[in-house]
């Protein structure tokens, strides 16, 4: 079985069709093999609720991802990786901000949370530094 993935837009954006290529490259370059996960767009509010539920911090955010298989070690047919919640309007807004393209920070937010369910992290700098060149580096393969 192939990695399978769904794009759900609870949001109403209908400007994500490259975000395809995005994570079908994300996909092969880090030979991710059967796996499944979802990518879930939302709103501001939904973000907040979400972010003070299971973090406890009160306030929204641009993309949280829950990773469904924690333990490395446990082998099944296929890879539950999990969800990846991004809000768009901080996404919109964060673009502007970047005086970058909307194209651009979707699919960064959407690698970065991709990096997160297969366990990469920014916790320290040197976890950093590997989670944010891996981003840069399959951004700049697909000239994003």
């Known amino acids: 079985m192939n990695t399978e993935y769904d794009i759900i837009d ?19 370059k ?11 767009f939302i709103d501001d509010e939904e973000m907040h609720k979400i972010n003070l539920s299971y973090r406890g911090i009160d306030r929204t955010t641009d993309v949280l991802s829950f990773a469904l298989n924690d333990n490395k070690h446990i082998e099944t047919e296929v890879n539950s990786l ?24 979707l699919s960064f937010l959407t690698v970065h949370g991709l990096l997160h369910l297969l366990g990469y992290d920014h916790m320290n700098k ?14 700049d393969e697909l000239g994003i």
Do not use: W
């Not at 768009?88 to 194209?103: L, R």
């Not at 944010?132 to 399959?138: G, R, S």
């Open 82 to 105: 999990g969800d990846i919640f991004i809000s768009i309007p901080k996404m919109i807004s964060q673009a502007k901000d970047y005086n970058h393209s909307e194209k651009r920070e």
């Open 126 to 139: 040197s976890d950093e530094e590997i989670m944010f060149n891996l981003q840069k580096e399959i951004l």
């Open 30 to 40: 880090l030979n991710i093999c059967n796996s499944v996960f979802c990518v879930i």
């Open 10 to 28: 609870n949001y109403g954006y209908s400007n994500y069709e490259y975000l395809y290529k995005v994570i079908d490259y994300t996909i092969k």
